[in-house]
């Protein structure tokens, strides 16, 4: 037999299952599996991608200034303490790669993003799960799960796939009450749609225990691109910075996010719309007997009767080119988690799971 071996923890990853994009013999399908901005980014970012697509022989800054001041500016955050990464899981790996190892336990929860499994076991460390309390995560839990060999707390604020929000006064809880020598990550990438929310960068700036993540792939529409920060206190960021490549985002990633970034026009109009068109569309499905929990971002869950009605849900959406996303691998089998799509995509998912319960196929 080969000598040749992977590293501890990595025959446990299984491979992270993105949206799927495509139905067969389909034509007319919505993609509403990925929780992609229907709308696109800003059309500031066509010009930025122009101008980028000029220089393409040159290397791109290695130190990502002019987005860090970007950043900076809008957010009114010290750029310094400010790192870039190819989308947020970029991020979230240098995190995972710092600061834990074998024989250290990383945190997350039930129902949590399936990346934070995946990047424990990429570094060596054990992943453990701890339970949510009515599809929200639960700070005694965590606290009760903390051991001497805890490095890394992740959750998602608000959540995915459950839509579902902390109030800031737990994540203060949950991040004064973590052994000394664990991480708090707040992983904010649906933070932009939640009106008025930081996504705990004041946290981040009142404490040394505490990193908050973000992304320009949701509600900047982004996600091909492949572009998303970190906020943490300096001594974090230069330890992060030792394990990020240096050219890691290229001339187009750089000038394009920050072209969506400062059109805060459009990041209202699409933060307004989905805000909009979810009240519109977890209404609508309530009254089809589908409940939906409150949700913060730009997708709902929306939950069956039990799991064989959400696979024949899921079917017959799919039969009407709608792609939506199950998440039996969340823990959630009986729900469908479906992203707030333009008007048009509402209707026709609402319409279609009227359809669905009614019997009528
Ligand atoms: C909670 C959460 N965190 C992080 C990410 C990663 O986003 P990206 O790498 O595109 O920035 C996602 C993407 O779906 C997510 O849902």
Known sequence: MSQITP?????EIALYQSGAAHVDG????VKLSSNENPFGPSPKVADALRIAGVDLHRYPGTDHAGL???????????????????????????????????????????????????????????????????????????????????????????????????????????AEGLPDKALLVLDGAYAEFVDGYDGGAGMVESRDNVIMTRTFSKIYGLGGLRVGW???????????????????LNNLQLLAAEAALRDRAYLDKCRSENARL????????????????????????????????????????????LIVRKVTGYGLPNALRITIGDEPSCRRVAHAIGQFKEGAV
């Open 7 to 11: 590293q501890p923890g990595i025959m």
């Open 26 to 29: 389909a034509t007319d399908v």
């Open 68 to 174: 860090r001041r970007a950043i900076a500016d809008v957010h009114g955050l010290e750029a310094e303490n400010i790192i870039c990464g190819v989308g947020s899981d970029e991020v979230l790996q240098f995190i995972a790669q710092s600061f834990a190892g074998p024989g250290d336990e990383v945190i997350y929860t039930e129902h949590g993003f399936s990346m934070y499994p995946i990047l424990a076991h990429a570094v060596g460390a054990t992943p453990v799960k701890v339970e949510e309390t009515d599809r929200t995560v639960d700070v005694d839990k965590i606290l009760a799960a903390c051991t001497d060999k805890t490095r890394i707390v992740f959750i998602a604020n608000p959540a995915n796939p459950t839509g579902t929000m902390l109030p800031m006064e737990d994540c203060k809880r949950l």
């Open 230 to 248: 970190g906020y943490a206190p300096k001594e974090i960021i230069d330890v992060l910075n030792r394990v990020r490549q240096p050219f890691n």
């Open 278 to 321: 979810r009240s519109w569309l977890i209404e609508a499905l309530a009254g089809h007997g589908v409940e939906c929990d409150v949700s913060y971002t730009n997708f709902i869950l929306a939950r069956f009767n039990d799991t064989q009605e959400a696979n024949a849900a899921d079917a017959y959406l799919k039969s009407q080119g």
